[in-house]
T-cell receptor, first 114, second 109 residues
Framework: DGGITQSPKYLFRKEGQNVTLSCEQN?????MYWYRQDPGQGLRLIYY???????QKGDIAEGYSVSREKKESFPLTVTSAQKNPTAFYLC?????????????FGSGTRLTVV | QKEVEQNSGPLSVPEGAIASLNCTYS??????FFWYRQYSGKSPELIMF????GDKEDGRFTAQLNKASQYVSLLIRDSQPSDSATYLC?????????FGRGTSLIVHP
């Protein structure tokens, strides 16, 4: 079955440490996205990518980095510059076609600073 | 700044009733409108989308869009306890959608 796989499900980060969240999809979707969700908050866009080797900053990109070397993969690195990284991170993908398709989400990664 | 507003709730309805969830948006150029359901601790799941003014029905769900008044709503008929979740409204203009904060729905037996 096609879908989006995020790993790990839970991740603990020490102060000053970089961590990478994995996102892999086999839906053949061109566009991929990273969102952050905090309790009681909506989804906030971190980065998105419409094609391989290209990505754009979202509303809260500071302290995060991404790469898009393959169509199937869009990993997110949470760097030590992100001062408040504890949150639920969601990866999503969508079919090409401007404005007319919704998202398929992965199951999420819950990141906690220890 | 594009805004999407939802009442955070919780909206509490008895089993079998109609649940009505509302969403207003600020960008008049918005073209596509989506409803996602998110169970506690889980990721959102797309349940409805609508592009044209009027109603769109899918099973127990009906999405209603009024572009002139800039609101979109979701009706859930014959509500079940399994419908208890947070419902996120997403509004899309040119490319990236803007999400509301969601409305928590509780369906009690």
């Amino acid at each position: 079955d096609g879908g989006i796989t995020q790993s790990p499900k839970y991740l603990f980060r020490k102060e000053g440490q970089n961590v990478t969240l994995s996102c892999e999809q086999n839906l053949n979707h061109d566009a991929m996205y990273w969102y952050r969700q905090d309790p009681g908050q909506g989804l906030r866009l971190i980065y998105y990518s419409q094609i391989v080797n290209d990505f754009q900053k979202g509303d809260i990109a500071e302290g995060y980095s991404v790469s898009r070397e393959k169509k199937e993969s869009f990993p997110l690195t949470v760097t030590s510059a992100q001062k408040n990284p504890t949150a639920f991170y969601l990866c999503a993908s969508s079919r090409p076609g401007q404005g007319i398709y919704g998202y398929t989400f992965g199951s999420g990664t819950r990141l906690t600073v220890v | 700044q594009k805004e999407v507003e939802q009442n955070s709730g919780p909206l509490s309805v008895p089993e079998g009733a109609i649940a009505s969830l509302n969403c207003t948006y600020s960008d008049r150029g918005s073209q596509s409108f989506f409803w996602y359901r998110q169970y506690s601790g889980k990721s959102p799941e797309l349940i409805m989308f609508i592009y044209s003014n009027g109603d769109k029905e899918d099973g127990r769900f009906t999405a209603q869009l009024n572009k002139a008044s800039q609101y979109v709503s979701l009706l859930i008929r014959d509500s079940q306890p399994s419908d208890s979740a947070t419902y996120l409204c997403a509004v899309k203009g040119s490319y990236i959608p803007t999400f509301g904060r969601g409305t928590s729905l509780i369906v009690h037996p």
